[in-house]
């Protein structure tokens, strides 16, 4: 017989129980996103929202990333570093719960978790050599310029997609939106000079309503895209844009 009393840990109180773990940053994201404000709430919501990945020594050799040309998709691990000085919260409010229910942190996709985690799937389609390290060409990104990157994962369809799986956040249709003429002309030439195509990427952000869930229609927001700066307002589940301008190298504070 198995004296299970031998085999039990003994008691201990949460201070001596807590451990502590050193995480090691092995890159750095590249994104249209300058600002918070503006980037999609998730992952594959934007297709244009092209950027590159680029791993820093020592973790840039080309055989750590051997056989990953054969997944289509992969998961990016990162640092919420923006919401750390704000610390960790029990309880958030979901965006997607129209921002007035409380819910706990286990139970959203909130930056103010303990440990600051987060995790994106985006559409992988290539590496590069550079002089500052290797690039990973992602596509469909969520994550702010310049986001920590701590860990990177294929992206496996028949297990990562969960058949059947449910979740109580409520859909939003998405906006309508509508640029004039000179928006129109302004996004065109600037895709012509850069090779970005702004003017789905401005489209595909602004149909997820970026806006906080309690401002109302009518009034003016500017989201930064690049080094574009837009600005656009809401009225009846129809987002205007109303200008497209770029930003003045020494004036890359936020749009809004």
């Avoid at 249209?32 to 980037?39: A, C, D, L, V």
């Avoid at 990953?68 to 992969?74: D, P, R, T, V, W």
């Avoid at 309508?176 to 030439?189: D, K, L």
Wanted: with cysteine; hydrophobic share 40%.
């Amino acid at each position: 017989m198995i004296n299970h009393a031998r085999h039990r840990r003994p008691k201990q109180n949460m201070e001596e129980t807590r451990r502590f773990y050193q995480l090691t940053v092995i890159g750095h994201i590249r994104s249209p996103f300058g600002e918070k404000f503006g980037i999609p709430r998730q992952s594959g919501l934007a297709s244009a929202a092209v950027g590159e990945v680029v791993l820093t020594p020592p973790f840039d050799r080309d055989e750590m990333v051997k056989g990953l040309e054969k997944f289509s998709h992969i998961w990016l691990i990162f640092l919420f570093d923006q919401a750390m000085d704000e610390g960790w919260r029990p309880q958030v409010r979901p965006p997607r719960l129209g921002g007035r229910e409380k819910v706990g942190v286990f139970a959203s996709r909130s930056p103010h978790r303990p440990n600051h985690l987060g995790m994106s799937a985006a559409r992988f389609f290539g590496v590069s050599r550079r002089t500052e390290g290797l690039v990973l060409h992602v596509a469909g990104i969520d994550l702010l310029d310049h986001t920590p990157l701590v860990d990177i994962k294929p992206y496996l369809p028949s297990t990562d997609g969960v058949a059947g799986a449910t979740h109580s956040f409520i859909p939003t249709p998405p906006l309508t939106v509508i640029a004039p003429p000179r928006v129109e002309e302004f996004c065109q030439n600037y895709q012509n000079e850069t090779g970005r195509n702004l003017r789905q990427l401005l489209a595909e952000c602004l149909a997820c309503d970026p806006r906080p869930a309690s401002q109302r229609d009518g009034r003016e927001f500017g989201i930064r895209l690049w080094d574009v700066n837009i600005r656009f307002r809401v009225r009846q589940a129809v987002a205007e844009v109303l200008a497209a301008n770029l930003v003045l190298p020494e004036n890359h504070s936020s749009a809004r």
